[in-house]
């Protein structure tokens, strides 16, 4: 089956330590993207990337890095120097057209205590 | 600045048409997104406008006017597996998309 996903669902980690999410897709999509989701807020964009080896910036991309080493993998490290990592992690994949419509995988909680 | 406003919560009863709008005012504009989301998932597509007017998809249909900056999402005949969130996404001239903070919808027998 053709999808998206992510790993682990819940991750608990201690303050100070960096951590990663993983995030795969096999739909063949050009186009990855990490958002953050937060209670009350609409999804903000970390990092995106459109071909492999290159990456952009999202609106919060702070405390964050990411790569993209092959084209089916992004995977996600939070650092320690995001003042606050606790949220609901999603990655999305697409296409390169226009307003092509993105997939998302299930999310990751990350829980910093 | 770039801003979408859809309302925080709506309660409707099963069976019934629930209207869930969304405002939208972004720097450019390449078509709104909806996708719903339940609790603790990943969201799903609903639909894409990017021309004024009615799509009609099954249960659900999306509605969209340029010129007033808004658009609604139409659920009919509700059933209780509808309780959601719901996803206001508008497409900017960069076609990033910009997200609303989603609308609870609680639906009750």
């Known amino acids: 089956d053709g999808g998206i996903t992510q790993s682990p669902k819940y991750l608990f980690r201690k303050e100070g330590q960096n951590v990663t999410l993983s995030c795969e897709q096999n739909l063949n999509h050009d186009a990855m993207y990490w958002y953050r989701q937060d209670p009350g807020q609409g999804l903000r964009l970390i990092y995106y990337s459109q071909i492999v080896n290159d990456f952009q910036k999202g609106d919060i991309a702070e405390g964050y890095s990411v790569s993209r080493e092959k084209k089916e993998s992004f995977p996600l490290t939070v650092t320690s120097a995001q003042k606050n990592p606790t949220a609901f992690y999603l990655c999305?994949?697409?296409?390169?057209?226009?307003?092509?419509?993105?997939?998302f995988g299930p999310g990751t909680r990350l829980t910093v205590l | 600045g770039q801003n979408i406003d859809q309302p925080t919560e709506m309660t409707a009863t099963e069976g019934a048409i629930v209207q869930i709008n969304c405002t939208y005012q972004t720097s450019g504009f390449n078509g709104l997104f909806w996708y719903q989301q339940h609790a603790g998932e990943a969201p799903t597509f609903l639909s894409y406008?990017?021309l004024d007017g009615l799509e009609e998809k099954g249960r659900f249909s999306s509605f969209l006017s340029r010129s007033k900056g808004y658009s609604y999402l139409l659920l009919k005949e509700l059933q209780m597996k509808d309780s959601a969130s719901y996803l206001c996404a508008s497409v900017d001239s960069n076609y990033q998309l910009i997200w609303g903070a989603g609308t609870k919808l609680i639906i009750k027998p």
């Open positions: 999305a994949s697409g296409g390169l057209g226009g307003a092509d419509t993105q997939y």
């Open positions: 406008n990017v």
